[in-house]
C-alpha cells in the first residue's frame, strides 16, 4: 500500500513539474484582446524557466494548437501535450493552430531576447542587457530584477542596473520612478533623452522633474564627452587613412618633384594584390585564411614597387622637369591602369574581408565602439612612418636619396648613379602606397575607382606639410583628419571638405612653403 502511495506522489510530483506555466498565464493566448494577449507573454517570459522558453519557441515557430475549450497544445505526430499540465493524449477535436500576429511576435522575439539573460554564457547575457537597454519596458522589470539577482559578473550586472531603471521609468509607484531616474545618471544611452525630457516637463511629481534635471544634465555631459572621444579617435584614424595614401607621395611628388596623377591608381593596386592573396588563402589554405595579410602587405609593396619602377623607367625618366608633361602622361598612366583593372576583374567593387583578429570593436564610455580594424591600421601607419623615416635617415639608399634630390649634380660628380636612385626612390614611393592600399582594403569594398577619391587630399596633406617634409606630412595628415571629423556634425560632409580647403589655399597663399620650409641648397 505504501509503495503505490509512493508512486502516486511520484507521478503528481513529475507532472507538477511539467505544469510551469499556470493556466491563467495561458489563457489571454487564446482570446481576442491583444493587450491581453501582449502582456500574458511578459509574464510568461518572466517566469524564466524552461516551459516558458518552450512555449515561447513554439510560438515563435507556430508549432502551438488551442482547441475549442481554450486549451493549449504542443502537437508532435498524432500526440497533443497539454501546455499546462504537461499530459500527453490523442488530438482533441477541433485542434487548430494558435494566431500570432505582427504585434504578439514582437512581444515574444522580445521576450526570447530578454530569457537570454539567463544564459550560462557571460558573452550571450552581455549581448541581451546590451539590447535590452534600447527597449526595455515596464512589464519586462520583473525578468530583469530576477536575472538581476542572479547575476554575478560585475559588468552585467552594473548594466542590469540600468536596465531595471530604464523600466521602471513607466512606474505608476512615485518612489519606483524617481529612483529609475536618479539611477540613470550614471547612464550613456542617449534614446533615454526624449524619455526623461517628457519626465522633465509633464512628471505629475515634482521631485521626479528635478531628478530628471539632473540625469539630463549628467547624461548630456556625459555624452559631450563620449562625443569628443569619439571624434578624436575617428580623426586619428582618419588621418592614418590619409597619411598612408600621401605617405608615397610625399617621395614622389615632396623629394622627385613628380607631379603623379596616378598615384590613386597605385593605392588600387595594392589593395586589389590584397584581394587576389585573400582569394589564394581561401583557395589553397583556408585554415589560415586570417593570417593572409601576413602575405599581402609584402605582395602590394613588391607589385606596386615593379609597376611604379616600370613607368618611371618608361615614361617619367624622359619628362623630369616639365612638371605639366608629367601631369598629363600620369593622368593617361592613371586611366589605363583603371580600365586595366575594369577588364581583369570588371567593374563592379570586391570584398576583401577583415581577418577575425580585426573584426568586431572594444566598447569604451558605455557607448563608443572603438573598431579593432581601424585600430590597427593606426598602428600600421605609425609603424609605416617609422620604416620610412629610418630608410631615409638611416640607410645608404636614404643618404644617396637625400644627396641626389639636394644637388643632383655634385651626387653625380662623386659617383653616384642619378638615374638609378630615381628609379628607386620612385619605386619605394610606389611601394608606399601600395602597402596604404592594403590598408584602404580593410576600410570598404575594393573597386576601379578606389584610388580617385584619396588623390586630392594626398596633395592636399603634403602640400600643407611641406613639400619633401615627412614630419610635416604627419602633421598635415592629423590636422586635416581632425578637422574632417570635428567639422562634419557642424557643417556636414561636403561643407566641411570645402571649408578645409579654402583654408588650405589661404594658407598657402601666405606661406607657400608650408608648415616646415626645406632647408639647405634643395631650397634655393
Known amino acids: 500500500?505504501?509503495?503505490?502511495?509512493?508512486?502516486?506522489?511520484?507521478?503528481?510530483?513529475?507532472?507538477?513539474?511539467?505544469?510551469?506555466?499556470?493556466?491563467?498565464?495561458?489563457?489571454?493566448?487564446?482570446?481576442?484582446?491583444?493587450?491581453?494577449?501582449?502582456?500574458?507573454?511578459?509574464?510568461?517570459?518572466?517566469?524564466?524557466?524552461?516551459?516558458?522558453?518552450?512555449?515561447?519557441?513554439?510560438?515563435?515557430?507556430?508549432?502551438?494548437?488551442?482547441?475549442?475549450?481554450?486549451?493549449?497544445?504542443?502537437?508532435?505526430?498524432?500526440?497533443?501535450?497539454?501546455?499546462?499540465?504537461?499530459?500527453?493524449?490523442?488530438?482533441?477535436?477541433?485542434?487548430?493552430?494558435?494566431?500570432?500576429?505582427?504585434?504578439?511576435?514582437?512581444?515574444?522575439?522580445?521576450?526570447?531576447?530578454?530569457?537570454?539573460?539567463?544564459?550560462?554564457?557571460?558573452?550571450?547575457?552581455?549581448?541581451?542587457?546590451?539590447?535590452?537597454?534600447?527597449?526595455?519596458?515596464?512589464?519586462?522589470?520583473?525578468?530583469?530584477?530576477?536575472?538581476?539577482?542572479?547575476?554575478?559578473?560585475?559588468?552585467?550586472?552594473?548594466?542590469?542596473?540600468?536596465?531595471?531603471?530604464?523600466?521602471?521609468?513607466?512606474?505608476?509607484?512615485?518612489?519606483?520612478?524617481?529612483?529609475?531616474?536618479?539611477?540613470?545618471?550614471?547612464?550613456?544611452?542617449?534614446?533615454?533623452?526624449?524619455?526623461?525630457?517628457?519626465?522633465l516637463t509633464e512628471d505629475p511629481d515634482a521631485s521626479v522633474r528635478v531628478a530628471a534635471a539632473q540625469t539630463l544634465q549628467a547624461l548630456d555631459s556625459r555624452l559631450a564627452r563620449t562625443e569628443f572621444i569619439g571624434n578624436v579617435f575617428y580623426g586619428i584614424s582618419l588621418a592614418s587613412v590619409l597619411l598612408l595614401?600621401?605617405?608615397?607621395?610625399?617621395?614622389?611628388?615632396?623629394?622627385?618633384?613628380?607631379?603623379?596623377?596616378?598615384?590613386?591608381?597605385?593605392?588600387?593596386?595594392?589593395?586589389?594584390?590584397?584581394?587576389?592573396?585573400?582569394?589564394a588563402f581561401r583557395r589553397w589554405m583556408p585554415d589560415a585564411l586570417d593570417w593572409y595579410l601576413a602575405a599581402a602587405l609584402p605582395a602590394a609593396f613588391v607589385v606596386t614597387a615593379l609597376v611604379g619602377i616600370a613607368l618611371e623607367r618608361t615614361v617619367i625618366r624622359w619628362l623630369y622637369g616639365r612638371p605639366l608633361e608629367?601631369?598629363?602622361?600620369?593622368?593617361?598612366?592613371?586611366?589605363?591602369?583603371?580600365?586595366?583593372?575594369?577588364?581583369?576583374?570588371?567593374?563592379?567593387?570586391?570584398?576583401?574581408?577583415?581577418?577575425?583578429?580585426?573584426?568586431?570593436?572594444?566598447?569604451?564610455?558605455?557607448?563608443?565602439?572603438?573598431?579593432?580594424?581601424?585600430?590597427?591600421?593606426?598602428?600600421f601607419a605609425a609603424l609605416v612612418v617609422g620604416g620610412v623615416w629610418l630608410i631615409l635617415n638611416k640607410t645608404r639608399l636614404g643618404l644617396f636619396v637625400r644627396a641626389v634630390m639636394q644637388n643632383r649634380r655634385m651626387a653625380g660628380c662623386v659617383g653616384v648613379s642619378t638615374a638609378k636612385i630615381d628609379m628607386m626612390t620612385f619605386g619605394l614611393g610606389s611601394g608606399i602606397a601600395g602597402l596604404g592600399g592594403v590598408a584602404l582594403s580593410q576600410l570598404g569594398n575594393v573597386g576601379p575607382d578606389l584610388g580617385q577619391g584619396y588623390i586630392v587630399d594626398s596633395f592636399m596633406v603634403v602640400v600643407l606639410g611641406g613639400v619633401g617634409q615627412l614630419a610635416g606630412t604627419v602633421i598635415a595628415a592629423l590636422g586635416l583628419g581632425e578637422a574632417n571629423k570635428f567639422l562634419e556634425p557642424v557643417a556636414g560632409a561636403v561643407l566641411a571638405k570645402i571649408a578645409i580647403l579654402i583654408f588650405i589655399i589661404i594658407f598657402i597663399q601666405k606661406r607657400p612653403q608650408g608648415l616646415f620650409a626645406m632647408k639647405g641648397r634643395s631650397a634655393e
Open 326 to 379: 608629367t601631369l598629363l602622361a600620369t593622368w593617361g598612366i592613371s586611366l589605363i591602369l583603371m580600365q586595366a583593372v575594369r577588364t581583369i576583374f570588371g567593374a563592379q567593387n570586391v570584398e576583401v574581408a577583415n581577418p577575425a583578429w580585426m573584426s568586431g570593436g572594444v566598447t569604451v564610455l558605455g557607448s563608443l565602439v572603438l573598431a579593432y580594424n581601424r585600430i590597427a591600421i593606426i598602428v
Open 245 to 279: 595614401a600621401a605617405l608615397g607621395l610625399a617621395i614622389t611628388f615632396g623629394l622627385m618633384g613628380i607631379i603623379n596623377m596616378a598615384h590613386g591608381e597605385l593605392l588600387m593596386i595594392g589593395a586589389y594584390t590584397t584581394y587576389l592573396c585573400q582569394l
Open 1 to 199: 500500500m505504501l509503495r503505490k502511495l509512493f508512486l502516486i506522489a511520484c507521478l503528481c510530483f513529475a507532472r507538477a513539474a511539467c505544469a510551469g506555466i499556470a493556466p491563467g498565464l495561458l489563457a489571454p493566448l487564446a482570446g481576442d484582446d491583444p493587450d491581453a494577449r501582449v502582456e500574458a507573454i511578459a509574464k510568461i517570459g518572466a517566469l524564466a524557466n524552461d516551459d516558458a522558453t518552450r512555449l515561447l519557441t513554439a510560438l515563435q515557430s507556430g508549432d502551438v494548437y488551442t482547441a475549442p475549450d481554450g486549451k493549449l497544445y504542443f502537437v508532435t505526430d498524432d500526440k497533443a501535450t497539454d501546455v499546462a499540465t504537461g499530459a500527453i493524449g490523442p488530438l482533441p477535436e477541433g485542434l487548430d493552430g494558435l494566431m500570432v500576429n505582427n504585434r504578439l511576435r514582437g512581444a515574444i522575439d522580445e521576450a526570447l531576447s530578454a530569457l537570454k539573460m539567463f544564459s550560462p554564457d557571460r558573452v550571450q547575457r552581455l549581448a541581451a542587457v546590451t539590447e535590452l537597454q534600447k527597449s526595455a519596458t515596464l512589464a519586462q522589470a520583473p525578468l530583469i530584477e530576477k536575472a538581476l539577482g542572479k547575476e554575478t559578473d560585475a559588468e552585467v550586472r552594473e548594466l542590469l542596473r540600468l536596465v531595471a531603471a530604464t523600466a521602471n521609468l513607466q512606474s505608476p509607484d512615485v518612489t519606483k520612478r524617481r529612483s529609475a531616474v536618479e539611477a540613470l545618471a550614471g547612464s550613456s544611452n542617449a534614446s533615454l533623452r526624449p524619455q526623461l525630457q517628457t519626465m
